[in-house]
């Protein structure tokens, strides 16, 4: 018997033990995923119709200088004001980048072509109002996945100088991003490939027709409109690094869409690196641990001395 109560004693020492260790992980786990920040939800850079087109600022402890827009889109989806949670962007927050979580109006109220004008508008804004913001107007990164992915690499291939000419003195600024680390993006609209969205005719994705407006419907415009909405076609030297982690198991926007434009751009002689999730589908738990990389490779790009 007493050696019997011994090893129950260091059994549940040893349970003890664990089940501190468990909890001192999770704390750890849950302060780092709750980075001090001062966040401001809401704030307009411009007008879609009748709505507000709105981010929201997430300032850290302390700014590195450098900002990266999050593109809160899903299936061309965009979450509401406030509704982009903290700690998706606590690796970023963490190592001094402003977080603007940029939104849109959603398809099919807005059409795809709209949504990436508007983005194109967020950046200018940000860049027009950097110094209100404490970031520097050259060092801006951009992030997001799937839609945000598409919309990600819109921006990195045709975002480019304002119109000198603009009444606005927003539409003056750059819309040009720095660098880009981005989540399964589709590239082609007009070669859908393997994705379970491919219609079989060439035509749009097939959940999403009416996110391209009435003109997607017809075949003649798709080809125009499919072309000018999809990066691959859109490729130039100039494109800034671009990070892409994609799921080799993803079957809504399979992997081929990243290969191809990975080798589109090394023609171009532009940088495009991808990290291969295995077994990833379209969107996998280990998520945060990638958007932690995300860091690293913004902080191999987005040093001073980038050009907008």
């Known amino acids: 018997m007493p050696r019997l109560r011994v090893v129950l004693r260091r059994t549940l020492l040893a ?3 664990l089940l501190a260790l468990a909890v001192l992980a999770a704390a750890g786990l849950w302060i780092y995923l709750h980075p001090p920040v001062e ?5 307009v850079y411009g007008r879609r ?17 450098a900002a990266v827009v999050v593109v809160v889109s899903g299936g061309w989806r965009s979450k509401r004001p ?12 963490r190592r001094g980048y402003t977080v603007f979580a940029v939104c849109h109006v959603s398809q099919p109220r807005a059409t795809v072509m709209e949504i990436a004008a508007d983005l194109h508008r967020a950046v ?3 860049r027009h109002h950097a110094a209100e913001h404490g970031v520097d107007p050259a060092r801006f990164g951009i992030t997001g996945g799937s839609a945000g992915g598409h919309l990600s690499l819109l921006l990195a291939t045709r975002g480019g100088p304002g119109d000198p000419a603009a009444p606005d003195p927003v539409d003056r600024e750059s819309s040009r991003v720095q660098a880009v680390a981005i989540f399964f993006p589709i590239t082609d609209l007009l070669n859908l490939g393997r994705s379970t969205e491919n219609p079989g005719d060439g ?8 996110a391209f407006g009435p003109a997607g419907r017809d075949p003649a415009r798709w080809r125009e409109i499919g072309r000018d909405t999809s990066p691959i076609y859109h490729i130039t030297a100039a494109l800034p690094p671009v990070l892409i982690h994609h799921g ?8 081929e869409q990243s290969a191809w434009f990975q080798a589109a751009a090394a023609r171009a002689g532009a940088t495009v690196k991808i990290v291969v999730r295995h077994g990833g589908r379209h969107g996998w738990t280990t998520m945060p641990w990638d958007i932690f ?4 490779w913004f902080d191999r790009h987005l040093r001073p001395g980038s050009s907008p």
Request: no cysteine; glycine share 14%; charged share 20%.
């Open 82 to 93: 406030g509704e982009f949670a903290t700690w998706m962007a606590a690796p970023l927050l």
């Open 39 to 43: 966040r401001t939800d809401g704030l």
């Open 49 to 65: 119709g009748d709505q507000a087109l709105t981010f929201d600022r997430l300032r850290p402890a302390q700014p590195n200088g």
């Open 293 to 296: 990389q995300f860091g690293s």
């Open 203 to 210: 035509g749009p994705p097939r959940s999403y027709v009416r």
């Open 124 to 126: 200018r804004f940000l």
């Open 15 to 17: 349970l003890g033990g």
């Open 248 to 255: 080799d198991a993803d079957t809504l926007t399979p992997l």
